[in-house]
């Protein structure tokens, strides 16, 4: 694959077949960068390069018994929104003597791709050429630390001087050296906008009340409240966010949540307090978030 063919297209153009429309070569290959392209733009916008959680082994890096390390079968995207896909484990081999201890080598995976099947067209060689292009991805063990775009880290092992043998890490944060470090592994995730209130909950309460002076600064049960819900005790953890203000000049309030055990039920109320000479209305809005 030419570094054209590797930009993104600048246009999408999905085929069109129709009754007597005879197909090229460069037909079916522009048909299938189409899909091709248009998998990998949604990876890259809507998702961070790292390895896929909970799908087969994960890529997890582990020890195969002396110098040898065992990657398992697992799925990955890079940055260009590339699948990064090993359906069966690999193991990998280090030569110590081709290092310099101390020194820390990384396993990575990257992207990687090559024409297979070669059709030969004895009659006209120029109709030569490979039927398919198998994607499979690069596992290998360098001393350059990775990127995490193109080249994804599946671990890294600080080599020390006398090495007698690569093990597992007996504390997984905090090993040692000649144990395998999975701290810099990525996971893949989605990339997420700005925070909104309401993608995390629906407001529970909204409304305006007229709060009476306070007696007292300490909270009272005589306090001006509102009802938010009442739930079951046995799954009665609630969440909520409130933005309350006066509306009348030159007052002053707080608010609280408390909430209150009665016949094996938990009620939520919100509480004013109104720190001025006279009453104030208060404008409130409760958020109920999920957990």
């Given at each position: 694959?030419?570094?054209?063919e590797k930009r993104l297209m600048e246009v999408f153009n999905r085929m069109n077949f129709f009754e007597g429309?005879?197909?090229?070569?460069d037909d079916w290959n522009t048909g299938q960068k189409y899909h091709m392209e248009k998998r990998r733009l949604h990876n890259k916008s809507l998702h961070i390069p790292g390895v896929v959680p909970n799908y087969s082994g994960e890529l997890k890096l582990t020890s195969a018994g002396r110098f040898s390390l065992y990657v398992a079968p697992g799925y990955a995207i890079d940055g260009e929104g590339r699948d990064l896909f090993i359906p069966e484990p690999k193991q990998l081999d280090i030569r110590i003597s081709d290092?310099?201890?101390?020194?820390?080598?990384y396993i990575t995976v990257s992207y990687d791709e090559q024409e297979i099947d070669k059709r030969d067209n004895v009659a006209n060689p120029n109709l030569t050429g490979y039927a398919f292009i198998k994607e499979e991805p690069t596992v290998e063990v360098s001393t350059r630390e990775p990127d995490n775009f193109l080249i994804l880290e599946l671990g890294r092992v600080k080599l020390a001087r006398g090495v007698k043998e690569i093990k597992g890490a007996e504390n997984p944060l905090n090993p040692r050296s000649n144990e395998i470090d999975l701290r810099n592994v990525r996971e893949a995730g989605v990339v997420k906008g700005p925070t909104r209130l309401r993608d995390l909950g629906k407001v529970k309460r909204e409304g305006q009340i007229n709060v009476a002076k306070s007696k007292e600064k300490a909270?009272?049960?005589?306090d001006t409240s509102v009802f938010l819900e009442s739930v079951p005790i046995e799954n009665a953890h609630r969440y909520y966010l409130v933005s309350a203000y006066p509306v009348t000049k030159d007052t002053?309030?707080?608010?609280?949540i408390e909430s209150n055990s009665s016949d094996n039920q938990i009620e939520y109320r919100l509480f004013f307090k109104n720190f001025s000479?006279?009453?104030a209305k208060v404008s409130y809005k409760v958020y109920?978030?999920?957990e």
């Open positions: 694959m030419t570094g054209k429309f005879f197909t090229k070569a290092y310099t201890l101390p020194q820390t080598v909270p009272h049960p005589e002053a309030i707080s608010w609280r000479n006279v009453a109920s978030l999920e």
